[in-house]
């Protein structure tokens, strides 16, 4: 009878997808998948949770408060006759912050996920019509160059002219007591 053992065998775990709090309504459930659907199953870990939780929820009074400002519009009259200005136009304006901070965080956003290495190689591999002037040149031409200004600037060296003095505007003690 033989035996047959698997010592080189790796198991592996599925990746699960991050659940959204079950006390949410079923509109915020449904933004938090949308969310984590969008990426891979192992792109969000259980770490980011909270931070998550955070991000839909300052998209969901982000949307909510953004239908108020359209229906309401930007300025509002109180029963005297007097405008001010709407309260949901402060909230949309924070909540859009927080998704901004919140998203970078969690590297929604693409450019927030690209590492500057990344940045550093796909810079080297753009056309060179984007490239800035300065990476134009070639590296044998900058050697030329400098070999150049070296054979014009050995020359003998140049003795520096004196300065002459200006007069001095201030007067002495001697022309003070005259």
């Not at 998550?52 to 400002?69: G, K, N, P, V």
């Not at 901004?100 to 591999?125: E, N, Q, T, W």
Request: glycine content about 4%; some cysteine.
């Amino acid at each position: 009878m033989s035996s047959t053992r698997h010592d080189n065998v790796v198991t592996l775990r599925a990746a699960r997808a991050i659940p959204p709090p079950s006390r949410w309504p079923e509109r915020k459930k449904r933004l938090f998948r949308a969310i984590t659907g969008a990426f891979a199953l192992d792109y969000f870990k259980a770490s980011d949770r909270p931070v998550l939780i955070a991000y839909c929820e300052a998209l969901d009074l982000h949307e909510l408060a953004s239908a108020q400002l359209d229906a309401e519009g930007a300025v509002l009259t109180d029963r005297t006759g007097r405008k001010y200005a709407n309260p949901a136009a402060a909230i949309v304006s924070q909540a859009a912050a927080r998704i901004a901070s919140l998203g970078g965080k969690l590297r929604i956003h693409p450019a927030s996920r690209m590492r500057s290495s990344d940045a550093y190689v796909a810079a080297k591999r753009a056309p060179s019509a984007i490239r800035p002037p300065w990476e134009y040149r070639d590296r044998d031409e900058e050697a030329e160059e400098a070999a150049q200004a070296e054979r014009y600037f050995d020359g003998p060296p140049v003795k520096p002219r004196p300065v002459p003095k200006k007069p001095s505007t201030r007067r002495t003690k001697k022309e003070n007591d005259k």
